[in-house]
């Protein structure tokens, strides 16, 4: 494929990184990064909303949304009025992770609310406090690209509470929009969750920092226009 191919996408600058050591070219590898529609998920100030926290995606390996609920276990002790809301299809560990809920005593704190339009999730971001996921390499070494929903969130003025993984690190710097902690970790994550509960000053300067870096470096029309050149580019020569 990299013989054959004219340019190699990457999705982000890990993925780059991982292409170059498989033995992509250097000269065709492109760093494309996609987002939201603005329009869609525009700002508001999230910093006064209750202790809930939102997760979003496919219940899936690399998204390890059974570590989520066992660091917002730990969130429990220090905020006890806290809220878990977890938005996602049923991928293999959906029961994992409501079985876990029952086990844990969990089910009147966690709501499994299936799978949302993009304006349901929406919604659901601008009355939420924080936006969490635990991404992690798998044992099988796959990795994600750039989660999606971390960018809606970002542009929705949410703060990320996430790990160092893949594209995550692109979007949400350390301290500047979010709270990151290494993969499997799940203590760090919970002091995360609960630093932005009690931190509201913290978490209205995150979700503003947030919003603005998605508008400026992370839009659907600037991964259009980067599509359009590469592939411009390509047909010319």
Known sequence: MFQIASAVIGVSQDMIAQLKMLGADAKKLHLITYGPDPDS??????????NIFLAAGRFCDTKN???TILAFQKVLKSVPDAKLIMAGGDENLLNVCINLSHALSLTDKIDFCGVLTAEQIYQRMIKS????????TTIDGEKEGTPVAIIEAGASGLPVIATRHGGIKDVVPDEETGLLSDEYD??????NMVRIANDRTLAKRLGLAASERVNKHFTMKQYIDKLNEVIEMVVKK
Request: aromatic share 12%; net charge neutral; hydrophobic share 45%.
């Open 186 to 191: 799940i203590d760090t994550m919970a002091a």
């Open 65 to 67: 949304p059974h570590l």
């Open 41 to 50: 998920f525009k700002y508001r100030d999230c910093s006064t909303n209750a």
């Open 129 to 136: 406090l924080a936006f969490v996921q635990h991404s992690a």
